[in-house]
């Protein structure tokens, strides 16, 4: 008897631990959609997300043969802390924040919402092409712009989930923000 239930309470304590980063995942992208910038700044890593965009941007300088490869991302990782372009240190410090978070998932179809800037709170399904723990302490959510890339955010546990990284390709991207009006 003590057995089932000790395997009913690892059971509930599994699932619970699965279910969590889904429910984080949802609480940032309706902060997204209703523009809810506190809920924002508490469940992203700001600094981490701009620096792993500084790190995105110095490998897809690298040329395109080398850029994708295992390879490149070493090259990136050396590089990025201490040869990043001012320039592009400045614009993402600058760019990359909670209120441009909010309308890039707007504007990218990944939340519901409506012209006169009411939200539903339900994320677009359709968008979300994957989403699991990829490790223990990680969870990756796929999602795909409207005619746009796919956006990767990277959930890590740190006594909480809290979005820690967006993987933006560069390369898919580089049309994408001429066709954007985005208002912050």
């Given at each position: 008897?003590?057995?089932?239930?000790?395997?009913?309470?690892?059971?509930?304590l599994a699932l619970a631990w699965i279910a969590w980063p889904f429910h984080t995942a949802y609480v940032v992208l309706v902060a997204a959609a209703t523009r809810d910038i506190p809920t924002l700044e508490r469940k992203v890593d700001w600094v981490s997300v701009r620096q792993g965009i500084k790190e995105d941007a110095v490998t897809s300088m690298i040329p395109s043969g080398i850029g994708n490869s295992a390879i490149g991302g070493m090259i990136a990782r050396k590089v990025a802390p201490s040869n990043i372009d001012p320039r592009i240190e400045q614009m993402v410090d600058r760019l990359v924040t909670p209120e441009m978070f909010a309308s890039l998932a707007r504007h990218a179809g990944i939340v519901n919402w409506e012209e006169d800037g009411t939200t539903?709170?339900?994320i677009n399904r359709g968008r979300v092409k994957w989403a699991f723990l990829s490790g223990p302490m990680s969870f990756k959510v796929e999602l795909a712009a409207r005619n746009g890339p796919t956006v990767t955010l990277v959930?890590?546990?740190s006594g909480t989930w809290r979005l820690e990284r967006i993987i933006v390709p560069f390369?898919?991207?580089?049309?994408?923000a001429e066709h954007v009006d985005i208002q912050i």
């Open positions: 008897m003590h057995k089932k239930v000790a395997a009913g309470v690892l059971f509930v539903d709170r339900r959930f890590e546990w390369r898919e991207a580089k049309g994408y």
